[in-house]
T-cell receptor
Framework: ELKVEQNPLFLSMQEGKNYTIYCNYSTTSDRLYWYRQDPGKSLESLFVLLSNGAVKQEGRLMASLDTKARLSTLHITAAVHDLSATYFCAVDMSPGNNRKLIWGLGTSLGVNP | DAGVTQSPTHLIKTRGQQVTLRCSPISGHKSVSWYQQVLGQGPQFIFQYYEKEERGRGNFPDRFSARQFPNYSSELNVNALLLGDSALYLC???FGTGQFQVGYTFGSGTRLTVV
């Protein structure tokens, strides 16, 4: 069964510095998602990565996908307080037509001044 | 345009009771998925429905059931509630199914507390 591992699970960042979150998964998949969740809130879509080598950027966040290594990274450039949240990667499993998302445990980010 | 709407937002139930949660997808979206998120964990897949048919079921007991209506809205039912059912229940809406299912938009969720 597919397993999705994120690390680190907790990250205390300093404003202005760069950080990377890693998402490893155990079986083949053709699409991967990154979501953000603020405390007590729902899930906000950040990126959809659909192919090997895909790279997407939005503001200070950049996500990439290496399907051969079964690895996705979320890179944070020059962290700011507004980025404090929990970030999840989710791998799309497709047993036939029945797609479902398998989620990591999430990475809780805090930004210190 | 309205996003994914879920109701109620919060619910408190007693062990052994039954609960029904509701979800309306984005207009034009025919696929609805349900996820359970226990505090401090990632969401767990419960069901997916497309065109009123069940297309996937996660590893949840038979106490959990769902259905989708002709207008593509959906209900999740949980019978004989246990304390461990306390969680945030999330509904996700997407346009297609299979290889055409790209992108999931989540509702705000229903927070269920079982006492």
């Amino acid at each position: 069964e597919l397993k999705v591992e994120q690390n680190p699970l907790f990250l205390s960042m300093q404003e202005g510095k760069n950080y990377t979150i890693y998402c490893n998964y155990s079986t083949t998949s053709d699409r991967l998602y990154w979501y953000r969740q603020d405390p007590g809130k729902s899930l906000e879509s950040l990126f959809v990565l659909l192919s090997n080598g895909a790279v997407k950027q939005e503001g200070r966040l950049m996500a990439s996908l290496d399907t051969k290594a079964r690895l996705s990274t979320l890179h944070i450039t020059a962290a700011v307080h507004d980025l404090s949240a929990t970030y999840f990667c989710a791998v799309d499993m497709s047993p036939g037509n029945n797609r479902k998302l398998i989620w990591g445990l999430g990475t809780s980010l805090g930004v210190n001044p | 345009d309205a996003g994914v709407t879920q109701s109620p937002t919060h619910l408190i139930k007693t062990r052994g009771q039954q609960v029904t949660l509701r979800c309306s997808p984005i207009s034009g979206h025919k696929s609805v998925s349900w996820y359970q998120q226990v505090l401090g964990q990632g969401p767990q897949f419960i069901f997916q429905y497309y065109e009123k048919e069940e297309r996937g079921r996660g590893n949840f007991p038979d106490r959990f059931s769902a259905r989708q209506f002709p207008n593509y809205s959906s209900e999740l039912n949980v019978n004989a509630l246990l304390l461990g059912d306390s969680a945030l229940y999330l509904c996700a809406s997407s346009f297609g199914t299979g290889q055409f299912q790209v992108g999931y938009t989540f509702g705000s969720g229903t927070r269920l507390t079982v006492v």
